[in-house]
């Protein structure tokens, strides 16, 4: 069997199964199962296949379980994130909200509330390495997950350019801590919402699912984020698809105002920067 004819040979499979982008799919798994990169397998279809192990990738691509935890890794803001079922995928349309915390005039610190992979803290630390970022999250599996990627990127604790972990739920253990930037991609999904399996039936519920009420974790940040900003500081969230006035209007009803609209690649809503209306001391 050729390079070409295992792609073609798993692509049938995966596409039998209902998985989106099958080619792009069986291109990757190929590749992965012979250890080189995809732009190789592309290039070297006539080749023999002598890799091993391709009905097993294949197997679990077909039950529906996400590439990038076949994989390992999944790319962000161009660079490979390792990622575990305990953390959520990195998702294309996040690295706006990097961009956007990132980018706010006179930041020196910067907290990533919720960080799973470490993908936005660690990226805001190697494009800014002046700021000094903080990344927490509830759960202790994903912080393990997002420290490996912050050593592996080269913001570990062994440099100065490094990220400080905590592990938090929400500001439970960041005391009285205030911060120029707060960023948070929050779980935004109701219970009852339908997914695709990929989704459902694999990655974190508690970085995905917020409750029945899909605002929960908005309404905890609206009433909790104020008293851990510094004067003239902002919360930077991500949205959902058709979230935006019910997000504005609860955080407008928790005394704040909507300072900046950020759309996606498909113009969707995706990002909010969101200020206090009335200073804290």
């Given at each position: 069997m050729t390079v070409g004819e295992a792609v073609s040979w798993v692509e049938g499979r995966l596409a039998a199964a209902g998985v989106d982008a099958p080619r792009l799919?069986?291109?990757?798994?190929?590749?992965?199962?012979?250890?080189?990169?995809r732009t190789w397998v592309l290039a070297h279809s006539a080749d023999e296949f002598v890799g091993e192990g391709l009905d097993v990738l294949c197997e679990r691509r077909e039950a529906r379980e996400p590439l990038a935890y076949i994989l390992g890794w999944r790319e962000f803001y161009g660079r490979r994130?390792?990622?575990?079922?305990?953390?959520?995928?990195?998702?294309?349309?996040?690295?706006?909200l990097v961009e956007v915390a990132g980018g706010q005039p006179n930041v020196g610190s910067l907290l990533d509330l919720g960080t799973g992979?470490?993908?936005i803290a660690v990226t805001v630390k190697l494009t800014r390495p002046e700021i000094a970022v903080t990344a927490s999250?509830?759960?202790?599996?994903?912080?393990?997950?997002?420290?490996?990627?912050?050593?592996?990127?080269?913001?570990?604790?062994?440099?100065?350019?490094?990220?400080?972990?905590?592990?938090?739920?929400?500001?439970?253990?960041?005391?009285?801590?205030?911060?120029?930037?707060?960023?948070?991609?929050?779980?935004?999904?109701?219970?009852?919402e339908t997914l695709m399996p990929e989704v459902q039936d694999y990655e974190p519920h508690l970085a995905l699912f917020a409750g029945d009420d899909?605002?929960?974790?908005?309404?905890?940040?609206?009433?909790?984020?104020?008293?851990?900003?510094?004067?003239?500081?902002?919360?930077?969230?991500?949205?959902?698809?058709g979230m935006l006035h019910g997000v504005s209007t609860l955080f407008e009803e928790h005394g704040w105002h909507v300072d900046q609209v950020v759309g996606d690649l498909s113009g969707n809503a995706r990002v909010l920067v969101l200020k206090p209306l009335h200073v804290h001391g």
């Open positions: 799919d069986a291109q990757m798994l190929v590749a992965h199962a012979l250890g080189v990169e994130f390792v990622v575990t079922p305990d953390v959520l995928i990195p998702r294309q349309e996040t690295e706006h992979s470490g993908c999250d509830a759960s202790a599996a994903a912080l393990d997950v997002a420290r490996a990627n912050a050593e592996r990127l080269g913001a570990s604790a062994e440099s100065d350019g490094s990220v400080r972990f905590v592990l938090s739920d929400l500001y439970s253990n960041l005391a009285e801590e205030k911060f120029d930037v707060i960023v948070s991609n929050p779980p935004y999904i109701g219970t009852g899909a605002f929960a974790f908005y309404r905890r940040l609206a009433e909790e984020s104020q008293d851990h900003l510094t004067l003239g500081g902002c919360l930077v969230v991500e949205i959902g698809d």
